[in-house]
């Protein structure tokens, strides 16, 4: 009889290390202004604390995922926990800027634990428990986000901002720590050689589109630096593409992308990924503002955060959900449900923002809209692709996400700056304007949504890629 490991105890150390890279994404953005006064530093200059850590989990995702379908995911897990520990520690024990912007760039190897996590929900659970595992593994990213802002004014504001990092290295320990000795290696593999020029040309795309998109606000949107990267990173991208479809062994096959299932899936993160640091922007901004503008609740840093949790529980009770309702009727009834969720929460505040319920249900409506979407993508995409390509497709997904996320922050900060006043203070319009924005983009991942292939074509595409777990994944 074949010893099956614990899958409960598999699906927290799991958690714990998705926990732990997504809480540190986010946890430190409303604690720049604290940590430039600490360390003496400009704001374009500690803005880096949160590009660094950007531009290493958009570069190193892909790689670190392809390497953990060729040698074991397990393996590969393990050295991205402990490089997120090492950086983390480091983060900690910062005594100036450039440490802890190199000890964030160390933490950014971890954005490949999704798509390693997701690959061995895969092939070790029982089939009846992965789609519903893998919703909640997806969600937790959007999770992990809400709760760093909630968390980053309460910790800064009782203890320091070193705090930003030492907690999150206790969930890392653990996770680690369980990864190590509860874990069995997973058996799933694709052998090959790392693509070393693909990976070359992507981490150049990557960097150049992220760095443009990231510092556009700053040096301008007209600048040679930003025209410059924006144009190289396209460039870039193409060239990728050439060679991927070159090499034996690609870096991602970028065929996939072909795939219905898989390309709907890539537009419908990349919404998400706007909308969910949409509303971490424009949310707290709007709560903070003074009251005596007529528009602003004057709520302090830690209680605008407190505000931000009904959108993190309704993502926590969204996703399971998610997963079940994959299982069910497949990926694109939830994926329909997010994207008309978050339409309707950006919708609310954009017709009128003036009371706190409206700002609270919108927050739960856009927990409802990412919790299924985000849980329904990386469904839609393990239907769709061979066991052993799992990682690098669900790389490319959080990639995708990634930049999503990227656009999102610049265009709201960019429609905030643009609608203010010459002191700096956003106006009312900013916020309708932002909200309308989020909306309409929304629109684009039902569209997605719709695009989509029904449970029936995906099965039978499903089968004529071999893939040989659909009929389990979804029944």
């Known amino acids: 009889m074949t010893h099956r490991p614990n899958s409960t105890l598999i699906v927290i150390y799991l958690s714990l290390g998705g926990l732990s890279f997504a809480v540190l994404q986010s946890l430190v953005a409303p604690a720049l202004a604290t940590i430039g006064r600490d360390l003496d530093a400009t704001t374009s200059a500690v803005s880096w604390v949160l590009t660094a850590?950007?531009?290493?989990?958009?570069?190193?995702?892909?790689?670190?995922?392809?390497?953990?379908?060729?040698?074991?995911?397990?393996?590969?897990?393990?050295?991205?926990?402990?490089?997120?520990?090492?950086?983390?520690?480091?983060?900690?024990?910062?005594?100036?800027?450039?440490?802890?912007?190199?000890?964030?760039?160390?933490?950014?190897?971890?954005?490949?634990?999704?798509?390693?996590?997701?690959?061995?929900?895969?092939?070790?659970?029982?089939?009846?428990?992965?789609?519903?595992?893998?919703?909640?593994?997806?969600?937790?990213?959007?999770?992990?986000?809400?709760?760093?802002?909630?968390?980053?004014?309460?910790?800064?504001?009782?203890?320091?901002?070193?705090w930003l990092f030492w907690l999150p290295a206790i969930l890392v320990v653990v996770a680690l720590l369980g990864v190590v000795l509860g874990m069995p290696e997973s058996p799933v593999r694709k052998p090959g050689r790392l693509d070393?020029?693909?990976?070359?040309?992507?981490?150049?795309?990557?960097?150049?589109?992220?760095?443009?998109?990231?510092?556009?606000?700053?040096?301008?949107?007209?600048?040679?630096?930003?025209?410059?990267?924006?144009?190289?990173?396209?460039?870039?991208?193409?060239?990728?593409?050439?060679?991927?479809?070159?090499?034996?062994?690609?870096?991602?096959?970028?065929?996939?992308?072909?795939?219905?299932?898989v390309w709907t899936a890539h537009v419908v993160a990349l919404i998400f990924g706007f909308v969910m640091f949409g509303t971490f922007v424009l949310v707290p901004t709007l709560l903070q503002l003074p009251a005596i503008t007529g528009y602003g609740f004057g709520e302090s840093v830690s209680s605008a955060g407190l505000l931000l949790l009904p959108t993190v529980v309704a993502m926590v009770v969204a996703a399971p959900i998610a997963g079940m309702l994959v299982?069910?009727?497949?990926?694109?009834?939830?994926?329909?449900?997010?994207?008309?969720?978050?339409?309707?929460?950006?919708?609310?505040?954009?017709?009128?923002?003036?009371?706190?319920?409206?700002?609270?249900?919108?927050?739960?409506?856009?927990?409802?809209?990412?919790?299924?979407?985000?849980?329904?993508?990386?469904?839609?995409?393990?239907?769709?692709?061979?066991?052993?390509?799992?990682?690098?497709?669900?790389?490319?997904?959080?990639?995708?996400?990634?930049?999503?996320?990227?656009?999102?922050?610049?265009?709201?900060?960019?429609l905030i700056t643009a609608n203010a006043t010459p002191q700096g203070l956003p106006l009312d319009k900013a916020f309708t304007i932002g909200f309308w924005a989020c909306a309409g983009v929304g629109v684009v991942a039902i569209l997605g949504a719709i695009a989509a292939p029904s449970l029936l074509k995906r099965r039978e595409a499903a089968h004529r890629l071999g893939i040989q777990d659909i009929d389990e994944l979804a029944v």
């Not at 959080?398 to 922050?409: A, F, M, Q, W, Y």
């Open 53 to 162: 850590y950007l531009l290493s989990a958009a570069v190193l995702t892909p790689i670190l995922a392809r390497l953990g379908d060729m040698v074991g995911k397990r393996r590969i897990l393990i050295v991205v926990l402990a490089l997120l520990l090492v950086g983390t520690v480091l983060a900690a024990l910062a005594p100036n800027l450039g440490v802890l912007i190199a000890a964030r760039a160390i933490q950014g190897a971890a954005g490949a634990v999704l798509p390693l996590s997701i690959g061995i929900v895969r092939d070790e659970l029982p089939r009846e428990q992965v789609s519903v595992t893998i919703g909640l593994l997806s969600a937790i990213f959007g999770i992990g986000a809400g709760v760093g802002i909630v968390a980053a004014g309460p910790i800064v504001q009782s203890l320091s901002w070193h």
């Open 196 to 261: 070393l020029v693909g990976t070359g040309v992507l981490a150049v795309s990557l960097v150049s589109l992220l760095l443009a998109i990231s510092e556009g606000e700053t040096w301008g949107w007209g600048d040679v630096r930003t025209v410059g990267l924006l144009i190289l990173g396209a460039v870039t991208l193409v060239v990728f593409v050439l060679v991927e479809l070159r090499v034996q062994s690609p870096l991602i096959d970028v065929r996939l992308f072909r795939i219905r299932g």
């Open 327 to 414: 299982r069910r009727v497949g990926p694109k009834p939830p994926m329909l449900i997010g994207g008309v969720s978050v339409v309707l929460a950006f919708a609310l505040p954009a017709i009128a923002h003036g009371e706190l319920w409206q700002i609270v249900v919108s927050g739960l409506l856009t927990g409802v809209g990412i919790g299924m979407a985000l849980a329904a993508c990386s469904n839609a995409i393990i239907e769709s692709v061979p066991a052993t390509q799992t990682g690098e497709a669900i790389s490319a997904n959080t990639v995708v996400r990634t930049i999503g996320s990227s656009i999102g922050t610049a265009v709201i900060a960019a």
